[in-house]
Protein backbone atom coordinates (compact mmCIF):
# COMPACT_ATOMS: atom_id res chain seq x y z
CA UNK A 1 0.00 0.00 0.00
CA UNK A 2 1.09 3.33 -0.63
CA UNK A 3 0.41 7.11 1.65
CA UNK A 4 0.29 10.41 -0.54
CA UNK A 5 0.95 13.23 1.55
CA UNK A 6 0.44 16.79 -0.21
CA UNK A 7 2.19 20.14 1.16
CA UNK A 8 2.82 23.48 -0.82
CA UNK A 9 -0.02 24.94 -0.79
CA UNK A 10 -1.43 28.48 0.14
CA UNK A 11 -1.94 32.03 -0.99
CA UNK A 12 -0.28 33.99 -3.47
CA UNK A 13 -0.57 36.92 -5.49
CA UNK A 14 -1.33 36.76 -9.40
CA UNK A 15 1.78 35.82 -11.23
CA UNK A 16 2.83 34.23 -8.02
CA UNK A 17 4.80 30.53 -7.84
CA UNK A 18 4.34 27.56 -5.81
CA UNK A 19 5.87 24.40 -5.35
CA UNK A 20 3.62 21.33 -4.30
CA UNK A 21 5.08 18.42 -2.96
CA UNK A 22 4.25 14.89 -2.96
CA UNK A 23 5.53 12.77 -0.42
CA UNK A 24 4.96 9.06 -0.88
CA UNK A 25 5.65 6.26 1.76
CA UNK A 26 4.90 2.45 1.97
CA UNK A 27 5.47 0.31 -0.81
CA UNK A 28 7.43 2.48 -3.17
CA UNK A 29 9.65 -0.20 -4.65
CA UNK A 30 7.20 -0.84 -7.75
CA UNK A 31 6.21 1.55 -10.71
CA UNK A 32 4.03 3.90 -10.46
CA UNK A 33 2.72 6.57 -12.06
CA UNK A 34 1.55 10.13 -10.24
CA UNK A 35 -0.61 12.62 -11.52
CA UNK A 36 -1.73 15.51 -9.80
CA UNK A 37 -5.82 16.85 -9.97
CA UNK A 38 -7.20 19.95 -8.67
CA UNK A 39 -10.86 20.74 -8.08
CA UNK A 40 -11.76 24.53 -8.00
CA UNK A 41 -15.40 25.47 -6.16
CA UNK A 42 -17.99 24.03 -8.28
CA UNK A 43 -16.18 22.44 -10.48
CA UNK A 44 -14.98 18.15 -11.49
CA UNK A 45 -12.03 17.28 -10.30
CA UNK A 46 -9.81 17.47 -13.43
CA UNK A 47 -5.99 16.17 -13.83
CA UNK A 48 -3.29 19.09 -14.08
CA UNK A 49 -0.30 17.10 -14.66
CA UNK A 50 1.50 13.58 -14.73
CA UNK A 51 5.00 11.50 -14.23
CA UNK A 52 5.77 7.97 -15.24
CA UNK A 53 9.63 8.08 -14.06
CA UNK A 54 10.20 4.43 -15.68
CA UNK A 55 8.13 5.14 -19.10
CA UNK A 56 9.74 8.77 -19.52
CA UNK A 57 6.90 10.06 -19.63
CA UNK A 58 5.35 13.63 -18.22
CA UNK A 59 2.10 15.24 -19.66
CA UNK A 60 0.28 18.12 -18.74
CA UNK A 61 -3.46 19.96 -19.43
CA UNK A 62 -3.70 22.50 -21.81
CA UNK A 63 -5.14 24.96 -18.93
CA UNK A 64 -1.82 24.60 -17.58
CA UNK A 65 -0.52 26.90 -20.23
CA UNK A 66 3.21 26.07 -20.47
CA UNK A 67 3.15 27.24 -16.87
CA UNK A 68 4.14 24.35 -14.82
CA UNK A 69 6.77 21.98 -14.18
CA UNK A 70 6.71 18.27 -12.49
CA UNK A 71 9.63 16.82 -11.13
CA UNK A 72 10.10 13.66 -9.36
CA UNK A 73 12.85 12.59 -6.67
CA UNK A 74 13.13 8.50 -6.63
CA UNK A 75 16.09 8.89 -4.09
CA UNK A 76 13.43 10.89 -1.16
CA UNK A 77 10.24 9.10 -2.53
CA UNK A 78 8.92 12.95 -3.92
CA UNK A 79 7.12 14.61 -6.53
CA UNK A 80 7.01 18.25 -7.31
CA UNK A 81 4.70 20.27 -9.13
CA UNK A 82 6.11 24.21 -10.10
CA UNK A 83 3.44 26.27 -10.66
CA UNK A 84 4.65 29.38 -12.13
CA UNK A 85 2.64 32.90 -12.80
CA UNK A 86 -0.53 32.08 -10.91
CA UNK A 87 -3.99 32.90 -12.09
CA UNK A 88 -7.19 33.54 -10.15
CA UNK A 89 -8.62 30.15 -12.23
CA UNK A 90 -5.94 28.23 -10.78
CA UNK A 91 -7.72 28.32 -7.02
CA UNK A 92 -8.56 24.77 -5.76
CA UNK A 93 -7.67 22.31 -3.96
CA UNK A 94 -4.73 19.92 -5.38
CA UNK A 95 -4.68 16.47 -4.49
CA UNK A 96 -1.81 14.29 -5.98
CA UNK A 97 -2.89 10.26 -6.64
CA UNK A 98 -0.71 6.63 -7.60
CA UNK A 99 -1.39 3.69 -9.11
CA UNK A 100 1.13 0.77 -9.80
CA UNK A 101 0.47 1.17 -13.66
CA UNK A 102 3.41 3.00 -15.62
CA UNK A 103 1.50 3.17 -18.45
CA UNK A 104 -1.30 5.33 -17.77
CA UNK A 105 -0.51 7.95 -19.95
CA UNK A 106 -1.91 5.74 -22.65
CA UNK A 107 -5.62 6.63 -23.83
CA UNK A 108 -5.39 9.40 -21.75
CA UNK A 109 -6.27 7.08 -18.38
CA UNK A 110 -3.79 9.53 -16.91
CA UNK A 111 -6.29 12.51 -16.24
CA UNK A 112 -8.74 9.98 -15.17
CA UNK A 113 -9.43 9.94 -11.58
CA UNK A 114 -10.69 6.75 -11.33
CA UNK A 115 -7.63 5.26 -12.59
CA UNK A 116 -5.96 5.70 -9.60
CA UNK A 117 -5.84 3.63 -6.51
CA UNK A 118 -3.85 5.80 -4.00
CA UNK A 119 -5.36 9.32 -3.53
CA UNK A 120 -3.59 12.13 -1.03
CA UNK A 121 -5.60 14.92 1.57
CA UNK A 122 -5.32 17.51 -1.39
CA UNK A 123 -3.44 21.00 0.14
CA UNK A 124 -5.21 24.41 -1.06
CA UNK A 125 -4.03 27.10 -3.13
CA UNK A 126 -5.65 30.41 -3.07
CA UNK A 127 -4.31 32.82 -6.02
CA UNK A 128 -5.71 36.66 -5.27
CA UNK A 129 -4.84 39.92 -4.93
Known amino acids: QLQLVESGGGRVQPGGSLRLSCAVS????????IGWFRQAPGKEREGVSY????????RHAESNKGRFIITGDGANNTVYLRMNNLEPEDTAVFYC??????????????????????WGQGTHVIVSS
Open 97 to 118: AADADENLWIGARHFRPSAYKF
Open 26 to 33: GNTFNIYS
Open 51 to 58: ISSSAGVI
